[in-house]
């Protein structure tokens, strides 16, 4: 479904990411990690439409769409959660979520609605602060309207970028499941760039492990998690750190 082949990619002429090829199958949950400066956000930013790429190709369904605009590749079904969450914190969380129908334009419709009711029901705790402005809402509440934000425009492929990223365990393990819920309700396919190792690896079916804007390991979550070299270095064994930083 969405083929990653050879793809470059730079901030100025800085070379970031270097001849990376990966791919997600539908309906799969596929973990990228890697210590930063590793170059993932880099990678999920480039393939959302935000950075252009030197050379390579971006294939979604075998259509090409490196270089296109990030309004484009939401309409053609992709959307990111970024970094951050990058959410306009004076707005309220309805005004937020219709921000990700923007490509559609910003009428309130019928259609509209109903799509902005089906991403709230992904996280029912928003359901009773559709009027309450995202900057007074907690870190966990701010990080699923940015989840809801983009699964408003229903896509097939879904881009979390360090989704855990200062959040309570237990938040995150409750993100987290009502991801799963997301990729097995809508068959939905999701590349995640997480930096709690271990909990990417328990949803993912499949994972790649980035150094230096280069893929160095790949294969079953289930053989990564049990690779000796994996293990030491990204997952607590041997004295190696517990998640990915």
Request: overall charge positive; proline content about 0%.
């Given at each position: 479904m969405l083929v990653v082949r050879n793809l470059n990619a730079y901030y100025g002429e800085v070379h970031v990411i270097k001849n990376l090829s990966l791919h997600v199958g539908k309906g799969e949950i596929v973990a990228i990690l890697g210590a930063n400066g590793a170059g993932k956000s880099t990678l999920m930013n480039t393939i959302a439409g935000y950075i252009i790429p030197r050379s390579g190709e971006i294939l979604v369904d075998g259509a090409n769409i490196a270089g296109l605009s990030p309004g484009e590749i939401i309409s053609m079904g992709i959307s990111l959660v970024p970094e951050g969450k990058a959410l306009f914190y004076g707005l309220t969380v309805r005004e937020n979520l219709a921000l990700g129908l923007?490509?559609?334009?910003?009428?309130?419709?019928a259609r509209v609605r109903s799509m902005i009711d089906e991403a709230i029901d992904v996280f029912p705790s928003l359901g009773s602060k559709r009027d309450i402005i995202a900057g007074n809402l907690s870190g966990g509440e701010q990080q699923m309207l940015s989840i809801a934000r983009a699964l408003v425009s229903r896509p097939r492929i879904l881009l979390l970028d360090e989704l855990s990223m200062g959040l309570a365990p237990n938040t995150t393990a409750l993100i987290f499941s009502r991801i799963q819920e997301?990729?097995?309700?809508?068959?939905?396919?999701?590349?995640?760039?997480?930096?709690?190792?271990?909990?990417?690896?328990?949803?993912?079916?499949?994972?790649?492990?980035?150094?230096?804007?280069?893929?160095?390991f790949k294969g079953k979550s289930t053989d990564l998690r049990n690779n000796p070299e994996v293990l030491r270095s990204y997952l607590g064994g041997a004295g190696g750190r517990d998640d990915l930083r």
């Open positions: 923007a490509h559609m334009g910003l009428r309130l419709t997301v990729n097995k309700s809508f068959d939905t396919s999701i590349l995640v760039v997480e930096q709690n190792a271990r909990l990417a690896l328990d949803i993912s079916s499949r994972g790649y492990i980035m150094e230096t804007g280069k893929v160095i």
